[in-house]
């Protein structure tokens, strides 16, 4: 079944609900609502398609298309970004409309030919070119690092249109393609999740971009990103959020994240959150095996305090709770605060192990670090108390 949808005069949304998809990016980005590959087909004295979408959905994509036009006469395509998922359609797309000239940062270029290995008519655009389709103008904004090197937006003057690609998306599939029809806490919810696991170490670039295009000052009655809902109602309500989470603005809350054995760090990490709970503090606890890695870093994204734990397992961490390390490392988080706890048998490892990669990530060790033997005593329990009490401190 095919579906295209008018989203302002003369612009149709031609994309592809995926709404079985479950991770993404590998498998490093679990995907528990579905997403969607967002094409916007825009119809004037000269037709242009913004972005395609995964390669697997191409007739799908085509289908949309034949309700509005025959793709055969597509003059332009925009690509605004190289990653497979909106670039995937395009070999084949370029069979029904070869005579299609795409446009693209030079990065782009770059990036479709050793993706693809096909020929096409290609012309490199910088910020500020603008494309005539007849009564609207597209113009370009490069945009790297957002999150790519080859990235860029369309924006149409006339529409008061922005096309950021998967700037401002979310991977969230649904029947309604606006914010104003969408759960608005599912919404942000989904929105928060994508920044933080895809932006997360871009928030540099990206508030310089923001404060770029302010400047410009652009009427914006639309934004629509290559993933999940269209921001309709108040569109800048997400770039503000961007700008908070950009700048890494934090509020008194601790992520207490462990793995555990035969249960004695999962006792630590239970008395820990208790008593953090008790001094106030908002607090999640998760066991890296019971909870979803991509939902405890969107919680990590606004919390001030990170606190890790794990059993002794050959004189070092456990290897799931090593793996989501791995990971946080690569987001660079600023400005928190952190601390270790971990259980051990005959030898220790775990705690100095999971010291010694806070310290590679840049990341503050707030207190020394807490351990039990085997089950812990009484003496231990108290220890465990005492560290989340002057942790509690460091993070009110
Ligand atoms: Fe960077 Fe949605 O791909």
New binding site residues.
Partial sequence: MSRALEIKKGVYWVGVVDWNMRSFHGHTFSTSRGSSYNAYLIVDEKTALVDTVYAPFTREMLDNIRRIIDPAKIDYIIAN?V?T??SGALPELLKVCPKAKVFGTEKCKEGLYKNYYCGMDFQVVKTGDTLSLGKKTLTFIEAPMI??PDSMFTYCREDELLLP??AF?QHLAGSSLFNDQADSCELMDEAKKYYANILWPLGTVISRKIDELLKLNLPVSMIAP??GIIWRKDPLQIVKAYIGWAKQETKPKVIVVYETMWGSTGKMARVISDTLIGRGLEVKLCDVNSCDRTDVFKDMLDAKGFLFGSSTHDNGMLPNLAGFLYLLKGFKAKGRLAGVFGSYGWAGGAVKEIEEFLKSAGIEAAVPSCSAKFVPDEQETAACVKFAGDFADKIK
């Fill in positions: 970004h990653e998922d909106h999150h790519w690609n998967d998306g290559s993933h």
